[in-house]
T-cell receptor
Framework: SQTIHQWPATLVQPVGSPLSLECTVE??????LYWYRQAAGRGLQLLFY??????ISSEVPQNLSASRPQDRQFILSSKKLLLSDSGFYLC??????????FGPGTRLLVL | QKEVEQDPGPLSVPEGAIVSLNCTYS??????FMWYRQYSRKGPELLMY????GNKEDGRFTAQVDKSSKYISLFIRDSQPSDSATYLC???????????FGAGTRLAVHP
């Protein structure tokens, strides 16, 4: 069966510090991978998606970037965090079918 | 106007009640409809998935799609305190599979 991991689970960072969140998927190959952000009490905002190694598409211009160095690894980064980057970050995967499966999420608080 | 509208609630019901959760949408090209359940501080988990119009039943849960009215519903029978969560509707036109999410409805089932 497939499993998706995210770490860290919780992160508190000062404004201006760098960020690296990692997502890995097990039990499948060549997945489509997604990064979402969920603000408190709001829906999911798609940030990035990737259909293959090194292929990244950005949905919204922002302070964040994404990379996919390996088939089942997806990384979300920032060089300098802003207060507005606080939120719940979710990684998801699919195999081109119509449903996505989500990881446990990373809660980021920027102070 | 948002592509997908969902009443954020909160919705509070007694144990054993029938719960009705709804979303409306504006894009008539949507063909795939999903319901996700999200417990506090967790990632969303896929609950129900339907294609096109009609009903789909899974245990205490029934998903209903009315494409003519651009309206989808999730019914929960014999609701339990463990059903207390936020319920997110999501939909897509298929293909690349960009999901559009509602904002989520927070449900509380009290004993």
């Amino acid at each position: 069966s497939q499993t998706i991991h995210q770490w860290p689970a919780t992160l508190v960072q000062p404004v201006g510090s760098p960020l690296s969140l990692e997502c890995t998927v097990e039990g499948t190959s060549n997945p489509n991978l997604y990064w979402y952000r969920q603000a408190a009490g709001r829906g999911l905002q798609l940030l990035f998606y990737s259909v293959g190694i090194g292929q990244i598409s950005s949905e919204v211009p922002q302070n964040l970037s994404a990379s996919r160095p390996q088939d089942r690894q997806f990384i979300l980064s920032s060089k300098k965090l802003l207060l507005s980057d606080s939120g719940f970050y979710l990684c998801a995967w699919d195999r081109g079918r119509e449903t996505q499966y989500f990881g446990p999420g990373t809660r980021l608080l920027v102070l | 106007q948002k592509e997908v509208e969902q009443d954020p609630g909160p919705l509070s019901v007694p144990e054993g009640a029938i719960v009705s959760l709804n979303c409306t949408y504006s894009n008539s090209a949507f063909q795939y409809f999903m319901w996700y359940r999200q417990y506090s501080r967790k990632g969303p988990e896929l609950l129900m998935y339907t294609y096109s119009s009609g009903n789909k039943e899974d245990g205490r849960f029934t998903a209903q799609v009315d494409k003519s009215s651009k309206y989808i519903s999730l019914f929960i029978r014999d609701s339990q305190p463990s059903d207390s969560a936020t319920y997110l509707c999501a939909m897509s036109v298929g293909g690349y599979n960009k999901l559009i999410f509602g904002a989520g409805t927070r449900l509380a089932v009290h004993p």
